[in-house]
């Protein structure tokens, strides 16, 4: 059974503080991505990687950062925790895209943070 | 530019058909799918279309028309396990082949 499997279902920090969310996949996959989904907003790239040392900035990568040393981890980083980031976060994992084929793409659980 | 759009919100009754339209705009069309958010709960993967037709895959069927830039989620035989969100999203070969989503469309099934 595929699996996305993400640090922690629910964390509260501090404004200011760093915040590290980890996800690990255990499919082999090439893409990794990590999403922030706000009510009414739908589901918003922050950064990708589609290799191990590489990453994509997406939509809104201000005030994060990624790290991807294992094919399997993509890591997560808020330098410094502000309000605004309070959301929930999703970690997926896909294959490459090669051509036109299905590559879905697999959600972990979901992290709810809260900034106070 | 790109955009995608979805009802927000959409009522039907238990043991009815629905369908979930979704319209976009993108330079680089590359395949279309829909997943599944119940609340609380991460997405999961229900179709993907690539052509233009129907795709049916039990008592849920998805139709593109890239001609049109349209899709739509049909559901069949609604049952209350179906109350979720279904997003629609487009893979963008302009964007590095990423997602880009609708911000989804809130059904709930009424008995």
């Known amino acids: 059974d595929v699996k996305v499997t993400q640090s922690s279902r629910y964390l509260v920090k501090r404004t200011g503080e760093k915040v590290f969310l980890e996800c690990v996949q255990d499919?082999?996959?090439?893409?990794m991505f990590w999403y922030r989904q706000d009510p009414g907003l739908g589901l918003r790239l922050i950064y990708f990687?589609?290799?191990?040392?590489?990453?994509e900035k997406g939509d809104i990568p201000e005030g994060y950062s990624v790290s991807r040393e294992k094919k399997e981890r993509f890591s997560l980083i808020l330098e410094s925790a502000s309000t605004n980031q309070t959301s929930m976060y999703l970690c997926?994992?896909?294959?490459?895209?090669?051509?036109?084929?299905?590559?879905?793409?697999?959600f972990g659980p979901g992290t709810r943070l809260t900034v106070l | 530019g790109q955009n995608i759009d979805q009802p927000t919100e959409m009522t039907a009754t238990e043991g009815a058909i629905v369908q979930i339209n979704c319209t976009y705009q993108t330079s680089g069309f590359n395949g279309l799918f829909w997943y599944q958010q119940h609340a609380g709960e991460a997405p999961t993967f229900l179709s993907y279309?690539?052509l233009d037709g129907l795709e049916e895959k039990g008592r849920f069927s998805s139709f593109l028309s890239r001609s049109k830039g349209y899709s739509y989620l049909l559901l069949k035989e609604l049952q209350m396990k179906d109350s979720a969100s279904y997003l629609c999203a487009v893979r963008d070969k302009n964007s590095n082949y990423q997602l880009i989503w609708g911000a989804g469309t809130k059904l709930i099934i009424k008995p």
């Open positions: 499919m082999d996959h090439e893409n």
């Open positions: 279309n690539v």
């Open positions: 997926a994992s896909s294959l490459l895209a090669s051509g036109s084929t299905n590559n879905e793409q697999f």
């Open positions: 990687s589609y290799d191990v040392k590489m990453k």
